[in-house]
């Protein structure tokens, strides 16, 4: 992979984002982030595919056929194959599995991936309703008014159930914590200019299920965004037509998707199970452990997705994601950093977008090109992961990167 | 007769007017939400919209369904439970338009009083006058065979004249909200002593439903809030009228909305205040309490002229403020009348040279929208105070003298009776008037 580029993560907490005013649509986005990728490849003409991942902009914003906006970025790409995928909040990773297996397949040599989402059309009451398209319809009658979180929130209860509340609840601060203080550091963040000075005291705000859910906060809830984002995903031939240095690509090194029956709930609500399944599989392909990892992109839609992350990889065992979490070992300085640049929580969550951003930062972290969030990457461990999870744990796209010898 | 029934069928008599509208949305919203509780489903709930100014209902509907549909996206975590046995209601979407459609299919438009002779609760919010109001209730109990409760909304006419005039023995309560009744969290309760128990404790459960805050007040003419307010306004309008043998009036004008704001720390000042009241509805309402003040003339002959001058204040249709005794580009006073020449004079032109006399504001003094927000409003007003004891500044000496004026009105409410307690004096001003503290404190003094 080579050539990621991020747009800004638009939203509350960007001080441009003001929601009565009217706002650039899918196609500023698609453009800025399409135009990113093709200037650092050596332009459109050196494209054979394209690719987008986009989850509900046929809600959102009403429109469907995204594939077809490839010659909108670049009249070089029209008439060029494309595709659109869609896999709810994971749309993002299977633009990039898609992308991979053109190339496996021989049929392409380099794939223009894309992901995007628009969300800030409607009031939150409404998204909730639109992304709820992510789990089973038949289900969304006896759901929560904001489903999603509902979801995460009767995982969450389980989990204090299981292992105790109030551990739980400090690891949640901390994970927004580490979240906000990497998207300090990450100018495309949603969370950049974030001036909060205790961070935790603010995320322990006790959930009030009046108004929201009963077990989570909004502050354990990942951003309402608008963004896109791109990477060219390519062969070693194509690395060559493009005229990029082999040291400013990372190597796919295993892949990890798996898709489970929507209308099953799961077996454990405390546990990610089909998360832990893609993960078993991407780091099996790539021939590695949890152990070589240098840094993680995990889909922390909320908190305790985030320690349910950290679990299924591997890190901790069951209960123990937490006490993982409140020792530090995920933060920036940590054994093993997380969501670098904040992941869904602080950089930003464009849902359909979210798969290709983390493979951007991993790729970012992996060449050195992390700007002021870039970290120390081992030479020992080589290796990035990223999580892309679609629904309720249903859908999910693990990817091992490798720096590049 | 329980609460949910006697909530089945309520009229809101000038419905279309600024408190009227806001007091039909809180009405109908709360026979909804007894209809929508478990045991009322079979239960038919009404709420006549009745204004005489028949062009106004449509605005009046619209205004009602975009409140209804705000209050719907707050608590469709709440709407989603009460329509849980709808199964055709699935996305959010869905139950907030059928929570509009239940609450809009309550609400009655019309113009006629005859719709109120099938109600068993009355609200009435028609103009501050008191013959009006009495004719209506008579007539209205004359035709009504449920003996229904009357809940005025008056300011300033006293309960019981008005019980005695309309021959309701007993059957009638203040209940004051405060302006915009639907944000505003304050209501007067003023009872009466042959008010039945049942009554006055429907009215305080009503307000507890409607999330306000109740304050008693005794049945004395402009009751707390406009027992203040009338006698500060009154103090302001006396003291810029002072201020303009050493200046020009319009000059005296603006040095003291500025003292009564920035230097009191209050969200407007007086004189932005009686314009966002209304130059005509504050002289109006001076008028009804002066005759029951003994030793005490609540009248302003300024207000007087500017009334004759069509100089009026109030507000447009849409919530922007008329010209008053300010004149407003955006909300913001830019200008400021000045009657002996019956023309509007630009603050740009003489502001600098009031500020200059009154003098800096001492450097403690937050904005009144910090110090709302802050946790200790008092010690860091008190501190503010204790400046001005010393600055001997025009300014620090004039907000000082009206300070202490205003805790004194504040004390004489209490010891004429309208307030049981100071801290009622308080709660009504921070609550009714937004004050960050309130006006009897020790820090004044």
Redesign the interface.
């Known amino acids: 992979m080579i050539a990621g580029y991020n747009t800004i993560s638009m939203g509350t907490g960007r001080k441009e984002f003001n929601p009565k005013k009217e706002r650039p649509g899918l196609e500023h986005y698609l453009k800025e982030a399409g135009q990113g990728t093709l200037q650092q490849i050596g332009g459109a003409g050196n494209v054979d595919e394209g690719v987008v991942g986009n989850f509900m902009a046929a809600r959102f914003n009403k429109q469907a056929h995204l594939g077809a906006f490839l010659g909108m970025i670049d009249p070089q790409l029209r008439l060029k194959p494309s595709t659109r995928v869609e896999g709810a909040c994971a749309s993002g990773g299977l633009a990039l599995v898609t992308g991979i297996k053109s190339v496996l397949s021989g049929s392409a040599e380099v794939v223009l991936a894309l992901g995007v989402e628009v969300q800030n059309t409607v009031?939150a009451?409404?998204g909730?309703?639109i992304l709820?398209g992510a789990g089973w319809?038949q289900r969304?009658?006896e759901g929560?008014?904001?489903f999603f979180p509902g979801q995460f929130s009767d995982r969450a209860g389980v989990y204090f159930e299981k292992y105790g509340r109030e551990k739980t609840r400090k690891a949640f601060a901390r994970w927004y914590r580490n979240a906000v203080e990497n998207a300090r550091l990450c100018p495309t963040a949603q969370e950049y200019e974030n001036k909060t000075a205790d961070l935790e005291a603010l995320a322990l705000t006790e959930p009030n299920?009046?108004?929201?859910t009963d077990h989570l906060n909004v502050f354990d809830c990942s951003k309402v965004s608008d963004g896109a984002s791109a990477i060219a995903i390519v062969t070693e031939e194509g690395l060559k037509r493009c005229g990029v240095a082999p040291n400013d690509a990372v190597e796919i090194a295993g892949i990890g998707h798996a898709a489970d029956d929507l209308t099953a709930l799961p077996a454990d609500p405390a546990r990610l199970d089909t998360v832990a399944h893609a993960v078993k599989i991407a780091l099996e392909s790539a021939g590695i452990t949890a152990g070589d990892l240098a840094t993680v992109e995990t889909h922390d839609c909320f908190t305790i997705a985030g320690i349910l992350g950290v679990e299924a990889i591997g890190f901790a065992p069951q209960g123990k994601g937490a006490d993982f979490v409140l020792e530090g070992h995920t933060a920036r300085d940590g054994k093993i950093p997380f969501n670098t640049t904040g992941g869904l929580i602080g950089w930003g969550h464009p849902t359909g977008a979210t798969g290709v951003h983390q493979a951007v930062t991993i790729w970012e972290q992996l060449t050195g090109k992390a700007g002021a969030a870039q970290i120390s990457i081992p030479a020992e461990k080589p290796y990035g992961l990223s999580i892309n999870m679609g629904g309720d744990d249903r859908t999910v796209v693990a990817i091992v990167y490798k720096k590049s010898a | 007769m329980e609460y949910a029934e006697r909530l089945s069928n309520v009229t809101v008599l000038g419905a279309a007017g600024k408190m009227g509208s806001g007091i039909l949305l809180l009405t109908a919203l709360e026979a909804a939400d007894q209809m929508l509780k478990p045991g009322n489903r079979e239960k038919h709930f009404v709420v006549n919209a009745v204004d005489v100014t028949s062009s106004a209902l449509p605005e009046l509907m619209k205004y009602i369904r975009t409140q209804v549909l705000k209050a719907a996206e707050k608590k469709t975590v709440l709407l989603r439970k009460l329509y849980a046995d709808r199964k055709e209601l699935i996305e959010n979407s869905d139950i907030i338009d059928a929570y509009i459609d239940d609450v809009m299919g309550i609400i009655r438009p019309g113009t006629r009083i005859e719709a109120a002779y099938d109600s068993t609760l009355i609200f009435e919010a028609v103009s501050e006058n008191a013959e009006l109001k009495a004719k209506l209730f008579r007539q209205i109990d004359e035709n009504n065979a449920h003996k229904p409760w009357f809940f005025t909304n008056t300011s300033s006419v006293p309960i019981g004249g008005l019980d005695k005039e309309a021959g309701l023995e007993g059957r009638i309560l203040g209940f004051h909200f405060y302006n915009p009744p639907a944000v505003q969290k304050l209501v007067e309760l003023i009872t009466i002593a042959s008010n039945s128990g049942e009554m006055k404790e429907f009215a305080l459960q009503l307000a507890k439903n409607m999330r306000k805050v109740i304050v008693p007040s005794n049945d004395i003419a402009g009751f707390i809030g406009n027992g203040h307010f009338m006698r500060d306004a009154l103090y302001g309008i006396n003291q810029a009228t002072a201020l303009a043998k050493e200046m020009p009036l319009h000059e005296a004008i603006y040095a003291v909305n500025r003292i009564s704001q920035d230097f009191l720390i209050r969200p407007m000042g007086i004189f932005q205040l009686i314009d966002y009241v209304g130059v005509d509805v504050v002289r109006f309402i001076m008028k009804v309490m002066n005759p029951y003040m003994a030793n005490e003339d609540l009248h302003s002959p300024l207000l007087d002229r500017l009334f004759d001058l069509g100089v009026k204040g109030g507000q447009y249709a849409d919530g922007s403020q008329k010209d008053g005794f300010l004149k407003y580009e955006k909300g913001r006073p830019v200008s400021v009348y000045n009657p002996d020449k019956g023309e509007y004079i630009p603050i740009v032109t003489f502001g600098s040279r009031v500020e200059a006399w009154l003098g800096e504001l001492p450097g403690s003094a937050p904005a009144w929208k910090n110090l709302v927000k802050a946790p200790d409003k008092e010690t860091l007003a008190a501190k503010v105070f204790d400046n001005y004891k010393t600055m001997g500044t025009h300014g620090a000496l004039l907000a000082l003298q009206y300070a202490r004026r205003s805790r004194e009105i504040g004390m004489k409410l209490v010891s004429d009776g309208v307030a049981a307690t100071a801290e009622d004096v308080n709660t009504v001003l921070l609550t009714g008037f937004f004050h960050a503290y309130g006006p009897i404190n020790d820090f004044v003094v």
């Open positions: 009031k009451i409404y909730a309703d709820a319809f969304r009658k929560h008014a904001y299920p009046k108004s929201f």
